[in-house]
């Protein structure tokens, strides 16, 4: 088992800046990618931004230049730091993180998502 502890969402105004954090703890043995996602309401879940074990980063067009993903190895804990937000960045944000279990089982878990709005 695999768990995800999201923090740091909440209104921002335009223009405004948040930093998303994602804690993974429980039966981990190496992490392959940690990434954001996100889902505005009426529409489908959309990749926000990625990065591998390695550092490579990827990022939606949409947020490039504005935001900026990183990770602690260490703690397990990805962030998404977003600046110049904008009010179609108005979402539930969800944290995923894929690897390997001590049994050398696959996991791919997300977290419980956390509330972004951009509003004046």
């Known amino acids: 088992q695999v768990q995800l502890v999201e923090s740091g969402g909440g209104l921002v105004q335009p223009g405004g800046s948040l930093r998303l954090s994602c804690a993974a703890s429980?039966?981990?043995?190496?992490?392959?990618?940690m990434g954001w996602y996100r889902q505005a309401p009426g529409k489908e879940r959309e990749l926000v931004a990625t990065?591998?074990?390695?550092?490579?980063?990827n990022y939606a067009l949409s947020v490039k230049g504005r935001f900026t993903i990183s990770r602690d190895s260490v703690k397990n804990t990805v962030y998404l730091q977003m600046n110049s937000l904008k009010p179609e960045d108005t979402a539930v944000y969800y944290c995923?993180?894929?690897?390997?279990?001590?049994?050398?089982?696959?996991?791919?878990?997300w977290g419980q998502g956390t509330q972004v709005t951009v509003s004046s």
């Open positions: 990065i591998t074990n390695g550092g490579s980063t």
């Open positions: 995923n993180v894929a690897g390997r279990s001590y049994t050398n089982t696959a996991f791919n878990s």
């Open positions: 429980g039966n981990i043995f190496t992490i392959s990618a």
